[in-house]
């Protein structure tokens, strides 16, 4: 796939602000919660957070889902987590409802790349 094709696909997902739009933002929203509330208005379903499902990870995601219990989150497997974020995950996604995707890496590349920086 060549790289004009990937930052097509790219623009159609990501909305551009200009200068001037991120310094009203900077100016109006003061708290986590207002901006949260900010992108559950002009961008959702549009992001989704990252999660490593640490502490500030799970603060963040109950204020998420008490503005929106539509958010999207995912979190990266990269077959090195420790054994204790899945079990984190496991009791969050039987306690909690919402919407996690788990990507994977592929092993071989993977493996190409580990090898790299080992």
Known sequence: MG???KRNILYQYVTKFTQEQVDN???TIKTTEEALQWVSDNLHPKVAKASSFGAEDA???DIMLKI???F????????RLPQETYDIMEIVE???IFQLKLYFLIQK?????LKKKD
Do not use: A, D, H
């Open 68 to 70: 929106n219990s539509n």
């Open 25 to 27: 933002l900077n100016s």
């Open 59 to 61: 603060v963040v995601m």
């Open 72 to 79: 999207r989150f995912f979190t990266l497997g990269t077959g």
């Open 94 to 96: 039987k306690n909690i």
């Open 3 to 5: 790289n004009q094709y």
């Open 109 to 113: 590349k993977l493996k190409r790349w």
